[in-house]
């Protein structure tokens, strides 16, 4: 075929093919190593020489003509392709965002935590203790021996091992004592666990935030300003307190702070100035030091904070009721 023809044809076979891979195929096909015009260019040296530059600017000329339309319809397509995209994929920016959904902290957790911030806050450390305890520091420390009718009001659940597990946050008292010695301000959140009964305000599994501060001079004033200050920063106004009377072997004398919601008195926490016996238990000289013991109710706290009227609810998993906390 003579170059005219071979340029002719592959101008049209350029023309009118439909993407890339094509055009590609046409390439090698006109311009390759095999192709036509690459044979002319080879045989030119053949060729006697007064034909050869004549010959050879022909083919060149030729194989530009090639490359140029290779390149003009490949940027063609692009082209096209770009204008096809922008029909097909866009963007709207106006559009509102789709809102994360965010997950929450469980309102028990967002009480214990502002629970803790607050007594960090006004010097108290924060230290916790073992959901398995042992007789002595559950019981016997406390000042409540094996005989002691007051044991009957921790309805414990006992392990094989004679181990139990702990029904209030009281014994995390006696290993702090013995492990920072006086003076001492701290506090001791964490679950306890109570073979008993569940209704609307108690629960099996619950958790306490134990109070303990030892000093010289500490007096039943002190714990009632910390107790309502606390409570103050809590809760919102028109809550109200009241304390009475209470009974515990381990305080003396002792109390109880009860809070009132939409005209429902609950109790909240026990609380008194630590028993002597479980100073000396605790390794603390009583003769030289005084101090104000509290233990409260998390999720009651948690109840009368957000207004809720069955402590059940905490632990239902229901996560209609869980998605109506704040995000901490
Ligand atoms: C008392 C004097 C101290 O010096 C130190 C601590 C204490 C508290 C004592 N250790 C105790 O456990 N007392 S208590 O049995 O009355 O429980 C304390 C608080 O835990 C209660 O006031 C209540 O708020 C909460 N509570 C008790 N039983 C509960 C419960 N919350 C949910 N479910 C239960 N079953």
């Not at 192709?35 to 030119?44: D, N, T």
């Not at 016997?140 to 659940?157: E, G, K, M, Q, Y």
């Not at 109880?256 to 008194?272: A, K, N, P, S, V």
């Amino acid at each position: 075929m003579d170059l005219q023809a071979i340029q002719d044809e592959a101008l049209a076979a350029i023309k009118s093919s439909g993407d890339e891979a094509a055009l590609q195929e046409l390439r090698v096909r006109y311009l390759g190593r095999k192709s036509e015009l690459a044979g002319a260019l080879r045989g030119l040296g053949k060729l006697p020489a007064a034909e050869r530059a004549v010959a050879g600017q022909a083919t060149n000329r030729a194989k530009q003509a090639v490359e140029a339309a290779l390149d003009a319809r490949r940027d063609e397509l692009r082209a096209a392709r770009e204008v096809g995209l922008a029909d097909h994929e866009w963007l709207d920016l106006t559009l509102p965002a789709r809102r994360p959904r965010r997950g929450h902290l469980h309102p028990i957790t967002l009480v214990e935590n502002d629970l803790e911030k607050l007594f960090w806050g006004m010097g108290y450390r924060v230290v916790e203790g073992p959901w398995i305890e042992d007789e002595f520091h559950n019981f016997d420390a406390l000042n409540i021996p094996a005989s002691h009718p007051a044991r009957d009001d921790w309805d414990t659940f006992w392990l094989s091992d004679g181990n139990l597990l702990r029904t209030h946050t009281s014994p995390v008292q006696i290993r702090a004592m013995r492990r920072f010695g006086a003076p001492l301000k701290a506090v001791f959140p964490g679950r306890v666990f109570r073979n008993e009964s569940v209704d609307a305000t108690h629960e099996a599994v619950f958790g306490q935030l134990e109070g303990l501060v030892i000093g010289r001079d500490i007096t039943p004033g002190h714990l009632f300003h910390s107790i309502n200050a606390i409570l103050g920063a809590l809760l919102e106004e028109g809550v109200r307190t009241r304390y009475r009377p209470g009974f515990f072997p381990f305080t003396e004398p002792s109390f109880e702070c009860d809070i009132m919601r939409d005209g429902r008195w609950l109790e909240l926490c026990g609380m008194g100035m630590v028993h002597p016996h479980v100073l000396r238990a605790g390794g603390i000289d009583p003769d030289e030091w005084t101090g104000f013991a509290f233990g409260l109710g998390i999720d009651r706290l948690a109840m009368m904070r957000y207004g809720i009227d069955d402590i059940r609810w905490f632990h239902s998993g229901d996560q209609r009721f869980l998605e109506q906390f704040p995000c901490a």
